[in-house]
């Protein structure tokens, strides 16, 4: 063992935390997994459970699709008119 080495793991270097997105963040990756699925689907229409998978930087990120449109179903009253915009555009069912 040479010195200086210690035993267990190794700090996370900076380039291997998570990243952490802000709100606008993760409406921008959600909204890109809409847009990828009905642009596959010819719907916006999917099950509850459904999970889209998004290369992002060239890694592949599951976004929890039918969760999040369910969500905001439920809150459809407090988007923003370009939020709720974009879902029409889509063809969302409030």
Do not use: C
């Not at 210690?6 to 921008?28: I, S, Y």
Request: glycine share 10%.
């Amino acid at each position: 063992m040479a010195l200086g080495s210690t035993l267990g793991p190794e700090p996370v270097g900076v380039a291997e935390r998570p990243v952490r997105f802000t709100a606008d963040g993760k409406w921008a990756l959600n909204l890109r997994a809409a847009r990828q699925y009905h642009a596959r689907e010819g719907h916006l229409r999917p099950g509850r459970k459904h999970i889209e998978r998004l290369d992002v930087d060239g890694e592949a990120v599951d976004i929890k699709l039918g969760t999040f449109l369910d969500n905001t179903r439920r809150r459809a009253d407090k988007l923003t008119p370009e939020r709720r915009a974009d879902l029409d555009q889509l063809g969302m069912r409030w």
